[in-house]
Each structure stands twice: as structure tokens, then as C-alpha cells.
């Protein structure tokens, strides 16, 4: 007598055993490769610098330029090297958008690693590339190589040529 435990536990086996990745798209981002290299322009209305720990926070209405690059959002952390010398990374929350024309992202939270020209956005990470829009949960995005990774539960919609 065939034992319906034994075909579902099968079943459950050979569907376990099948490998489940996560969502992901790979996409350009950006038409101009930036210059991790060029001065970083910070704009906002307060600025509290910590002599501690060396960092500086840029709170309302912050604007961020790096050649082409610009990124806004409601409060920036600036964290420097050790030596104090040089902009390790920014943190961004609020917000927050980044623009590297032609595309746009926004999401809630921000982090630029200047010497890599990386930038992890994460939270409701919206993408906009001319009518098309990619959504995901996360985008990593190196603006040297001007390509991104779109990753969680991500959803696009392309727009047809059109009238």
C-alpha cells in the first residue's frame, strides 16, 4: 500500500533541496562615471560637528554635490577617516534622493562610501529611469562603473514607447 506520508515527505524534500534566491536586477545607473575623486559640496541648515569621534551632522534640507551627483535628503551623518583627513562615508536618512543623471532614486536610508563610489540605499528604494520605474527593498549602485543591483522583492515597470 503506497503511504501518502512518505510521497509528502518527498515532496517536501525535493522542494527544500531547490536553491531560493532572492529577488535581483542588475541595471545601469547614472550616463555620466563619477569621480570619487572630486570635492564633496554639503549644503543644510544646522551643522553640529563632533570633535570626539570626528563626524559632522548636516540636518534640513541637505544637499550633497559630487560632480553630477547630488544627493538631498532631511539629516546627513559625514564620518571622516581616522586621520581626520578625508570623508570615509555619509549616512543619509529621510527622505532621502539621489540623482545621477539621467536616474533618480529615493529611499529612506543612504550610505556613500566616497573612495569606492558606492552608495547603498535602503527602504522603499524607488528607481527612475526615464518613464520605466524599478522598485525593490534595497539598490547598490557604484557610481564609478555607473551600474546598479536592484535587490528584494523587486517590481519594474516598463514603459512602452508611446504617444
Known sequence: MFD???AFLCLAVAVGATPVSAQEAQVAFGSVNADPTLPVEVTSETLNVNQEDGSAEFIGNVIVI????????DRVLVIYN????A?????ATENVV????PDAAEGDWAEYTIDSGVIEMKGNVLLTQGPSIISGDEMIANLTTGTA???GRVKTILQQGGN
Open 4 to 6: 501518502l506520508r512518505v
Open 66 to 73: 559630487q560632480g553630477e551627483m547630488r544627493l538631498t535628503a
Open 82 to 85: 581616522e586621520e581626520r583627513s
Open 87 to 91: 570623508i570615509e562615508r555619509m549616512e
Open 98 to 101: 539621489l540623482v545621477s543623471p
Open 149 to 151: 543591483t536592484m535587490s
